[in-house]
């Protein structure tokens, strides 16, 4: 059995956000050392990769490994019912999962899990020329919405002295820079679906997110803040 409780379940919540954009059911994996999800969305495009170590937690107790299969979207929607001063107690055993928050009422959630198989998802290889470079978050969203009004392909660039996101579509055209300040070695660019992105980025749990660009090569996407670490990976679009 799972319980484990959070003070301030803010970030909790908003992680599930992208999440739930992106993939219909998932598999979570508790143990000892805290909560793993590994995931790819069904068109192949999308995979996501999420660490919550046990420390996360103000209080977290799970003896044995227990796998939850479970509609994201519904456990996202429930998340949304936290209330500002709520705290959040989360108990789970092999047929449902319990979210309890607890404020001036006293709430509880339950969602039945699923009993179905999945396919084992690992972690691709990819490019070792891919380079880093992080943003404000709230910057690289209001680039991308500006960009998803025009478009939905948007080329990324990132090269010794900028990162640059751009797009057209017909005769409008829309490019956005920001310098990054980053030790970078050459040029890179490649081409990704512009609400791919959008969705990834409703995930937004720090003020600070990270990218991973290489010249036609799959775009990472990470929010890594202490003891929570979560990644999407993109795959490119290929441009005729």
């Known amino acids: ?28 994996k508790c143990n000892s050392k805290g909560i793993i999800l590994l995931i790819l969305d069904i068109s192949h495009v999308v995979l ?3 660490n919550i170590e046990k420390d996360f937690f103000n209080m977290y107790h799970c003896e044995e490994e227990i796998i939850l299969n479970i509609d994201i ?3 996202s929607k429930s998340l949304e019912k936290i209330y500002k001063e709520d ?18 009422l006293k709430r509880t959630f339950k969602i039945n899990l699923e009993d179905e198989e999945f396919s084992t998802v690992n972690l691709p290889e990819l490019k070792k020329d891919r ?3 992080e ?17 939905c392909v948007v080329k990324l660039d990132l090269n010794e002295d900028y990162f640059k996101l751009s797009t057209y579509e017909g005769i409008r055209q829309f490019s956005a820079e920001y310098i990054h300040g980053e030790k970078i070695e050459g040029k890179h660019s490649s081409y990704f679906a512009t609400e791919r992105i959008n969705d990834c980025l409703k995930s937004n749990i720090s003020d600070i997110v990270g990218l991973e660009v290489g010249e036609g090569a799959p775009l990472s996407i990470h929010f890594n803040i202490e003891n929570l670490f979560l990644e999407f990976i993109i795959a490119p679009r290929i441009i005729g």
């Open 131 to 133: 380079e880093k470079c």
């Open 48 to 50: 996501a990769s999420l």
């Open 73 to 75: 979207e519904e456990l």
């Open 1 to 28: 059995m799972l319980k484990c409780e959070l003070d301030n379940p803010k970030v909790f919540k908003n992680l599930f956000k992208g999440l739930s954009c992106t993939f219909d059911d998932v598999q979570i």
């Open 87 to 104: 705290r959040l107690v989360i108990k789970a055993n092999k047929d449902d999962l319990s979210l309890i928050f607890e404020g001036e």
């Open 135 to 151: 943003l404000p978050t709230k910057l690289l969203i209001d680039m991308i919405k500006e960009a998803e009004e025009i478009s």
